[in-house]
């Protein structure tokens, strides 16, 4: 009807013009949908292979699961060391805000919140691999305020989250902080090594103490999660997994209770020292001290380099072991290592007498006795009970010493000084026992005729007395004297005792067989203890008035040092318990602590009555004295 | 004048029966797009299903209910006289120029964009409608000047019919969609068969205006581009370069594509499924499909469009009234251009504009428009039908 009122509507004619115009929109779609349809192919046909590859390998993530690491524990099972989870604060470059100037402000508000600098955050972002959604660890242990912080104001921190990790937990607080050791994240000089394979960048490991040396076993096995993750990187669900292995945990040989005890008596003296005791036939260490000391907790949490450098340069050097890694001359308690030397090189005979008349001239120097004493006409046990210099001088004056050894030297180096103890504890001290080649090869230039000189034989004399260039550590003494008192066995001190499983299974025994056999007759063995249990347990000896009233007799020798113009003498006790039949050998050092029955005898005798179980009650001390044997 | 032409044999008035006699609709190009929202429907309830927690079928049932209103609207619009259209052009300009601005007053904005307005169960979209009322009311005014010779100014003055909407789009902003407007009205005046002379004319004007205007902008410190929209429509040239950017899109889509292979990967659609690929139930569902279903899908979709353009095409020539060509024309253009440049884009051959695929892509506005288009071309369809009938 309305064709008809509108003539106009008359259909057009398809003129030429019309056609044409139609089939150029004709074409054109045409050739789009062949172009679509080529490119379809081409996409999916031709290159469909390498497309599905990029599709399969995105999306998926391979997380790494730490365990938890290997607990620590005394001889009797008391927990030292455990772990506990702290929340660490990670960033997701790839949440962060896309404008560049939101992101930055984000960046700095998160810099200023953690104190960290932008180029710090940067380095971090960088070390981290990239991929969508890949979190980086900017901070362990965000502590509860700041936590709160980010949780109020989420969103003004997109891409931050809190995560929990596993630190480590101090549960004796800073006992046995030297032997313990911390942990922190491995090193790229570490990973090269093959004892960390399968420890990943960012990892933590043992960086001290038996955390370091027993690291292998305590940090246990990670364990993977191969996660399905959107474009934001949100997990969608598990593809598979290689469960991680938790860490063994590690007896160690200490006792908690003995090493407190030391540690006290150390800390009560106030003075710089260390102390070691152990079973003299296992070499097992039952407490090993060093004052002053650490609380290793200061490295689970977050703290600026600047702190980290103030925390290790505290007055008085508490990071250093002063008991393992302490170098000091020990005095007389030199002796019984001179008195082996001269026994048993034929210097002199058991019943050979000196007369000891308070002084010495040695071409010219005239040595003296501490305290000007004199002793007369004195042998071996007497001049060790009385710790007699001017006996020990003469067998100094006496002893051969040429090119890298000598009597005493040898001696020395039998017994374990001047080389590393073997302990199982990183960075042990190697103390020094000086001889002829060794002197003329560092003191060259001559300069000053008293330090700066070739050796000659005061130098012997000097050593012979444990003064002058020789440097032992406490345990170094310790090891000599448990090689004395258990029949000539140089043992290998250990901490470790046994690695135990999570289920409690014993994995391994920690028993390091002995370094080497020392051939000293029982006869030089029983002169020299015997003089030490005189110098302990007689009247006149010098450690008498601490040890005399002892129980029952030990054998001890006190250690004066001269430390230079002007400074209180180095004090040292090491002793051998029970006389008859040792067991125990306790070696205490005290910085400026003056004579060896001032300082150190005291904090020894505190340690043996512990050891003995004197001091709760006189019990008996065989059921302790057994399982250190049995170590 | 009946006498005057004696070809023309007058049309009775016809029953509301034949009306609704199935002769009337064209079965393909109708079996073509009901097969394009079924296949939608399909891909919707297949895949992302996780987007929305607890509610795995939320887009693909909103998505038939629109499409079964779609439907309803095209089959009731194609028993409608489409000619009756050419009195209400200046209504029909007047209201969609009208609710585009609409949006500027109550309009909700989207990520930076307003382009909606809140009704009760539905966001509405007016400029989605609007392509289709642009089809209707230029094509009207086209058609009263066509018969007579064609100056420069009344082609310009046509163009600027088809401008006016199509800038106010672009200020939403939404560049998608004001392109497809100015392609439908350069579109129409092409059918009207305005002279050669006159596009190259448009053709420099348009260099001459977007250059001068771009130049003068950047000096004064005006950007007309916003910067995403700068980002997408240069990253397509230069698709690898940073997984953050606009370009990473690009990527996504054509990994997501590539990896369908011949007959797609099904539920292992990691691409798809795992957000690497954003906006998947509308701009980005052509991936989707190419992902799922592979080339074999793919080239399915692709087909039912060459058949629905190849309906238009014909329709375009048999319709009984030259209105009806241009409005074939009109929506030929509204649905090519849209179809060419979403699948260019999803395929890494196009930059990216936010422009769906009709019928294909999620989306209840342009659903709904799409059906008022092909209910228009049923509309055209019928009459010539009819003409057939009586010419018979």
Not at chain 1, 120 to 125: F, H
Not at chain 1, 275 to 290: E, Q
């Amino acid at each position: 009807m309305y064709l008809l009122d509108r003539p106009e509507d008359i259909p057009p004619r398809l003129t030429d013009r019309l056609n044409l115009r139609i089939a150029i929109i004709g074409a054109v779609v045409v050739a789009a949908i062949a172009t679509i349809l080529l490119r379809l192919w081409s996409l999916q046909v031709l290159d469909g292979e390498h497309y599905r590859a990029l599709a399969k390998d995105h999306g998926i993530l391979d997380v790494r699961v730490h365990p938890p690491r290997g607990e620590i524990l005394d001889r009797n099972g008391k927990l030292l060391v455990a772990n506990r989870t702290v929340m660490s604060l990670q960033l997701r470059p790839s949440d962060l805000p896309s404008d560049r100037d939101e992101r930055r402000a984000e960046l700095r508000r998160l810099g200023d919140l953690l104190g960290l600098s932008q180029r710090e955050i940067r380095q971090r972002v960088r070390a981290t691999p990239q991929y969508a959604g890949y979190p980086v660890v900017l901070k362990q242990g965000v502590d509860r305020r700041l936590l709160f912080y980010l949780l109020e104001n989420k969103e003004r921190f997109p891409g931050v989250s809190v995560e929990r990790t596993y630190v480590r937990s101090y549960k004796a607080g800073s006992l046995a902080a030297h032997i313990l050791g911390i942990v922190g994240q491995v090193s790229p000089r570490q990973l090269k090594r093959p004892a960390y394979r399968g420890v990943a960048p960012g990892d933590v490991v043992g960086q001290s103490g038996v955390e370091y040396s027993y690291d292998r076993y305590l940090r246990g096995i990670a364990g993977s999660e191969r996660i399905q993750v959107d474009a934001l990187g949100r997990p969608k669900g598990m593809l598979g997994n290689r469960p991680a292995r938790a860490g063994d945990n590690l007896r160690l040989t200490l006792d908690a209770g003995l090493q407190e005890v030391g540690e006290e008596a150390l800390r009560d003296r106030g003075l710089p020292g260390g102390f070691v005791a152990m079973n003299v036939r296992s070499g097992a260490i039952l407490g090993m001290g060093s004052y002053p000391s650490f609380d290793p907790s200061f490295y689970t949490r977050p703290h600026t380099k600047a702190e980290y450098e103030t925390f290790g340069n505290r007055p008085g050097d508490p990071l250093v072991d002063r008991a393992n890694q302490g170098g000091y001359p020990t005095g007389s308690a030199f002796k019984p290592i001179t008195a082996t030397a001269a026994l048993e090189e034929g210097l002199i005979g058991p019943d050979t007498i000196f007369n000891d008349t308070g002084s010495l001239d040695i071409g010219g120097l005239v040595v003296h006795n501490a305290g000007g004493a004199a002793n007369g006409p004195i042998d071996m046990s007497t001049a060790l009970q009385v710790s007699s210099d001017v006996y020990f001088f003469s067998l100094g004056l006496h002893a051969e010493a040429s090119g890298k050894g000598g009597q005493i030297q040898d001696w020395a180096h039998a017994y374990g000084l001047g080389q590393k103890p073997g302990i199982d504890l990183p960075a042990a001290g190697a103390g020094l026992i000086p001889t002829p080649a060794w002197r003329n090869r560092v003191y060259r230039s001559h300069k000053n005729p008293y330090i700066d000189r070739p050796w000659n034989q005061g130098d012997n004399v000097n050593l012979a007395v444990g003064q002058g260039d020789v440097m032992v550590t406490p345990l170094q003494l310790a090891r000599a004297y448990a090689a004395l008192a258990n029949g000539g066995t140089l043992v290998r001190p250990h901490v470790g005792g046994r690695i135990v499983d999570v289920d409690g299974k014993t994995v391994e025994r920690i028993k390091p067989p002995p370094k080497r056999h020392l051939k000293i007759s029982d006869e030089t063995r029983s002169v020299i203890l015997g003089g030490l249990e005189r110098a302990a347990m007689e009247p006149g000896g010098t450690s008498y008035s601490v040890m005399g009233g002892f129980p029952f007799p030990v054998a001890g020798k006190t250690g004066t040092a001269e430390r230079g113009e002007g400074q209180e003498d180095q004090s040292w006790y090491s002793v051998v318990a029970p006389y008859g039949d040792p067991e125990i050998v306790v070696t205490v050092t005290v910085e400026h602590g003056g004579f060896g029955v001032e300082s150190a005898a005291p904090i020894a005798r505190t340690i043996l009555e512990r050891y003995f179980h004197l001091d709760a009650g006189g019990a008996s001390g065989a059921a302790a004295a057994q399982s250190a044997g049995a170590e | 004048m009946e006498a005057a032409k004696p070809s023309l044999t007058i049309a009775p008035r016809r029953s509301l029966a034949e009306r609704l006699s199935l002769a009337r609709i064209d079965g393909v190009l109708l079996g073509a797009a009901v097969g394009l929202i079924a296949f939608s429907v399909f891909t919707l309830a297949t895949s992302s299903r996780g987007e929305l927690a607890g509610r795995p079928m939320y887009y693909a049932d909103r998505q038939a209910i629109y499409g079964l209103l779609g439907i309803a609207l095209m089959v009731g619009l194609s028993r409608l006289d489409y000619t009756r259209l050419r009195d209400l052009r200046l209504t029909v300009y007047t209201a969609m120029v009208g609710s585009i601005a609409l949006v500027f007053l109550v309009g909700t904005a989207v990520r930076g964009s307003n382009r909606w307005i809140d009704l009760p169960f539905f966001q509405l979209q007016p400029s989605e409608l609007a392509k289709v009322l642009l089809c209707v009311s230029l094509a009207a005014y086209v058609f009263e000047r066509v018969r007579r010779p064609f100056g420069l100014g009344h082609t310009l003055k046509l163009l600027a019919l088809g401008l006016v909407p199509a800038g106010l789009v672009l200020l939403q902003p939404d560049l998608g969609t004001g392109i497809v407007l100015v392609a439908i009205a350069v579109t129409i005046l092409f059918v009207a068969g305005i002279p050669w002379q006159h596009f190259a004319a448009i053709g420099a004007l348009a260099v001459l205006i977007a250059g001068g205007t771009y130049a003068a902008g950047s000096a004064v410190g005006i950007e007309f581009l916003h910067g995403y929209q700068e980002d997408r429509l240069t990253a397509f040239l230069h698709p690898s370069e940073d997984p953050s950017d606009a370009s990473y899109q690009v990527n996504q889509a054509i990994i997501a594509v590539g990896s369908g292979e011949e007959v797609g990967r099904g539920d292992n659609a990691t691409q798809t499924e795992l957000l690497f690929l954003p906006e998947r139930h509308t701009d980005f569902i052509f991936a989707v499909i190419g992902e799922r279903f592979g080339f074999a899908g793919a080239a399915f979709v692709v087909l039912l469009y060459s058949v629905l353009f190849w309906r238009v095409i014909r329709l375009m020539r048999q319709a009984a009234s030259f209105y009806g060509t241009l409005i074939a024309g009109g929506v030929l253009a509204m649905l090519a251009f849209q179809v060419i440049v979403n699948m260019g884009m999803n395929l890494g051959l196009l930059p990216v504009t936010g422009i769906t695929l009709p019928l294909i892509s999620y989306g209840g506005s342009s659903v709904i428009g799409t059906f008022l288009a092909l209910g228009l071309l049923q509309s055209v369809y019928a009459e010539s039908r009819a003409e057939v009938f009586q010419s018979r």
